[in-house]
């Protein structure tokens, strides 16, 4: 699948959430560059992506900054380094 995401820096949040089949793919390339364009037209300053994973749970594990806050990330962060050190 390939997912097009918006995204605020400035305000830590998602503007558009879209999902394409692999069959999709110009589509999904026509949609990321005409909010690009019009995104550049008003000014505004916003992150535009194209990922593609094998479904929506593996974009938000691998780019967990587009869907968590900070404190959010950093107590996963966490989590996941005491879950290592138990391991040795």
Same mark, same amino acid.
């Given at each position: 699948m390939i997912f097009l995401i918006e995204y605020n820096r400035s305000e830590g949040r998602i503007v558009t !959430?879209?999902? !394409?089949?692999?069959?999709?793919?110009?589509?999904?390339?026509?949609?990321?560059?005409?909010?690009?364009?019009?995104?550049?037209?008003?000014?505004?300053d916003h992150e535009v992506v194209l990922l593609e994973a094998a479904s929506e749970e593996a974009v938000r594990r691998t780019h967990q900054r587009y869907f968590a806050d900070l404190t959010e990330i950093l107590r996963s962060a966490g989590a996941r380094n005491e879950q290592a050190d138990c391991g040795k």
């Open positions: !959430f879209r999902d !394409f089949d692999d069959s999709q793919r110009r589509e999904a390339e026509d949609s990321r560059l005409d909010i690009e364009l019009e995104l550049n037209r008003k000014g505004v």
